[in-house]
């Protein structure tokens, strides 16, 4: 009678043992497969990045795992053929600019559908939300030749006075308005004899401030990341933002492969320590709004 | 209460007058070229539905249709599989490092797609990619496979290109709507004895209905519209990763058919509507059904 409880007691402590044992395997497993798909998401760039640093010959011919010694030689390669950092300062401005106008107008619209209400409002609201299902091909050739009439193909006012008119940064901070700004507030500061713009500016702006960072951020990568609008805007090669610089090394150098891959690495820097620095509010923004550019 | 007050309009204005002329004018503008031949020089000149008859008897469109879907069906699956299996690990409590690995994961999401398509194009070439040296190296393959040439494989590896830069968004979205289901109803279903894999397929997949949708419908948006990968990988291959968008852009700024582009542009823009309608009709009836919550 004992030993038959010793028994069922060993019994169960052997099979906790492999439940133990069969847990631990499976965890081990699930961890080698995330590092296996996070190594599968790095990989290109780390290969990216050591082949940037050798020579074409070493390149073509050989499989390149540690860094070499040839990246200022593909460095001044590019630079001799592309104004990669034309580009790239063509790109802060552009980025920059069309980011602010983004921001400010949109907040400015969805200020004007949140808290006032007016004659045909929701009509204009509905205006807005049906241009998110639009997708933006269907104007572009038409955009292309108004631009001609308006003689502004070739300069940036094509590419970053559309800002102005967005629907999904006025659709979400209409949302962030109608939460974040109480009425009460509002009514308080006329009181006070505050103007309706300066109000805008005071109150409005700051209340809406984490919702505009969280957009800004969108848009900022939208911007920075836009290749259409640019390649057909603009004619000057000099003029052109940096992701089609990079599309411009590909032609140019068909078979310099380390001009090529210093070309790319240039351009993914700048997104690499954006995201390093936000990624966590970048990850909660695509989470919280599901942004999709 | 909202104010009642004709300083909504001011608000609103500069965005309605910006959307006026940068957004509706060339939708309808580009309508009005569709109906006509216009080689970007001269006047344009009215012809008609001529270039909706020869868009619709023309093999090349219907071909760049089918290349569309076939490149969004192989990235699509695979995407979201991996997305929501990923999306449910690291939910799981004992994962250390969730936050490095979700970071990983959506990395590539954010950098330039033209860039992208640049780093595949090289990667993949099949004299100097590190691809083929890599595989090469492993002893997968014995000689270079040369991938663009095969039509197919051409489509693959542009499909493959656009899952690895997407399955972090969808499984960032998979992992907000987990957020959203009571750890409560895992506890009570584990009390119940059941395991993992029955907790995935009755509990969480059934509740997270609505979120996949979103995402299938965003995602068909986006599929029908890729454009800057199979743009630069686009060659040696014939024509197999000629989306739609790549034809739209080459009738247009290639060959300078910018009437029959327009033409293009809103069959696209139909294909994309009916699409999104039923999709959206689908999700409206499936989430009628019983969902178990």
Redesign the interface.
């Known amino acids: 009678m004992k030993s038959a409880t010793q028994l069922s007691a060993n019994k169960e402590m052997t099979i906790r043992s492999n439940n133990r044992l069969k847990r631990n395997v499976g965890r081990a497993i699930i961890y080698v497969v995330l590092i296996i798909l996070a190594l599968i998401c790095l990989l290109p760039f780390y290969s990216m990045i050591i082949s940037s640093t050798h020579s074409n010959f070493d390149i073509a011919n050989k499989l390149l795992l540690l860094p070499g010694d040839q990246f200022l030689e593909n460095y001044s390669r590019l630079v001799e053929k592309v104004p990669i950092w034309r580009g790239f300062f063509n790109s802060v401005i552009i980025t920059i600019s069309g980011t602010a106008l983004t921001l400010y107008f949109s907040a400015l619209t969805a200020y004007g559908f949140s808290k006032y209400s007016f004659k045909f409002s929701n009509f204009l609201f509905a205006a807005v939300l049906a241009m998110l299902m639009i997708p933006g091909e269907v104007s572009i050739i038409g955009f292309f030749k108004l631009m001609g009439e308006f003689n502004l193909l070739n300069t940036y006012w094509p590419l970053i006075l559309p800002g102005i008119a967005n629907a999904f940064g006025t659709f979400f901070l209409k949302q962030n308005c109608d939460a974040a700004v109480s009425e009460e507030i509002l009514e308080s500061a006329r009181i006070d004899g505050c103007g309706e713009l300066k109000m805008f500016h005071r109150l409005v702006i700051p209340l809406l401030a984490p919702a505009l960072a969280t957009f800004g951020i969108f848009a900022f990568i939208g911007q920075w990341n836009s290749f259409l609008m640019p390649v057909i805007i603009l004619f000057d090669n000099h003029l052109q933002p940096l992701p089609v610089m990079v599309a411009m090394t590909r032609g140019k150098f068909s078979t310099d492969y380390g001009a090529q891959y210093v070309g790319i690495l240039l351009s993914i820097i700048p997104i690499m320590i954006v995201f390093t620095m936000l990624a966590k509010k970048i990850m909660k923004g695509v989470s919280a709004g599901a942004l999709k550019e | 209460?909202?104010?009642?007050?004709?300083?909504?309009?001011?608000?609103?204005a500069?965005?309605?007058i910006?959307?006026l002329?940068?957004?509706l004018?060339?939708?309808?503008?580009?309508?009005?070229?569709s109906l006509s031949h216009?080689d970007?020089l001269g006047e344009s000149v009215y012809v008609g539905f001529d270039n909706y008859a020869r868009l619709l008897s023309n093999p090349y469109f219907y071909q760049s249709i089918l290349n569309t879907f076939i490149i969004w069906i192989i990235s699509i699956v695979p995407e979201l599989i991996?997305a929501l299996v990923?999306a449910m690990?690291l939910n799981e409590k004992?994962?250390k490092g969730r936050?490095l690995?979700?970071?990983?994961?959506?990395?590539?999401n954010?950098?330039?797609?033209?860039?992208i398509?640049?780093?595949?194009?090289?990667?993949f070439?099949w004299?100097?990619g590190?691809v083929n040296?890599?595989l090469?190296?492993l002893g997968i393959i014995d000689d270079p496979v040369n991938w663009f040439a095969h039509p197919f494989i051409a489509q693959v590896i542009v499909a493959t290109v656009m899952c690895?830069q997407w399955f972090?968004?969808n499984m960032?979205?998979y992992?907000?709507g987990l957020?959203s289901i009571p750890r409560t109803l895992y506890d009570a279903a584990e009390i119940d004895g059941a395991n993992k894999f029955q907790v995935a397929t009755k509990i969480v997949i059934p509740l997270l209905k609505p979120v996949v949708m979103?995402t299938v419908i965003?995602s068909i948006?986006?599929g029908?519209?890729i454009?800057?990968v199979p743009l630069?990988t686009g060659t040696g291959s014939g024509d197999s990763t000629q989306t739609m968008?790549v034809y739209?852009?080459e009738a247009?700024?290639k060959r300078f058919q910018?009437g029959y582009?327009?033409s293009v542009?809103?069959g696209?823009?139909i294909i994309?509507?009916a699409l999104?309608f039923i999709s959206f009709k689908f999700s409206k009836k499936r989430q009628k059904a019983p969902t178990g919550l």
């Open positions: 209460m909202k104010k009642k007050s004709y300083y909504g309009y001011f608000f609103v500069p965005y309605f910006i959307f002329i940068f957004s004018y060339p939708i309808l503008n580009s309508f009005v070229l216009w970007g991996i990923l690990i004992f994962i936050h690995f979700q970071a990983v994961f959506y990395f590539p954010i950098v330039t797609p033209i860039t398509g640049v780093l595949a194009s090289l990667l070439d004299q100097t590190s040296k890599f090469m190296g690895w972090g968004f960032l979205i992992m907000a957020q979103f965003t948006i986006g029908m519209q454009f800057e630069v968008m739209l852009y247009a700024f910018y582009a327009s542009s809103y696209i823009f994309i509507l999104s």
